[in-house]
Nanobody
């Protein structure tokens, strides 16, 4: 089995910064894509950023220029550096990964979520 555990959420003032981490553990043969999604109250879960196994990144328009996604393959960890945070960024942030556990395809896994609150 595979587990994704997020950390780094909390309360931050507008304009501030926060760094989220997500570590994958368990029976991992290989990790393909990794990414971050978020869900605010009353809204559907939306894509924030993704990063491929080769390092290619994709960002939602709302976070381009402010957020940076990165990964450390040796640690099976993905990061999200969030700068110039806005109240609109307030949401539960979820880690996502496509993980190969010894078969011939990738299964999609989700973390439990970490709350980010941007408020003065």
């Amino acid at each position: 089995q595979v587990q994704l555990v997020e950390s780094g959420g909390g309360l931050v003032q507008p304009g501030g910064s926060l760094r989220l981490s997500c570590a994958a553990s368990g029976s991992i043969f290989s990790i393909n894509y990794m990414g971050w999604y978020r869900q605010a109250p009353g809204k559907e879960r939306e894509l924030v950023a993704t990063i491929s196994s080769g390092g290619s990144t994709n960002y939602a328009d709302s976070v381009k220029g402010r957020f940076t996604i990165s990964r450390d393959n040796a640690k099976n960890t993905v990061y999200l550096q969030m700068n110039s945070l806005k109240p609109e960024d307030t949401a539960v942030y979820y880690c996502n990964a496509g993980v190969m556990t010894g078969g011939f395809y990738w299964n999609n896994y989700w973390g439990q979520g970490t709350l980010v609150t941007v408020s003065s």
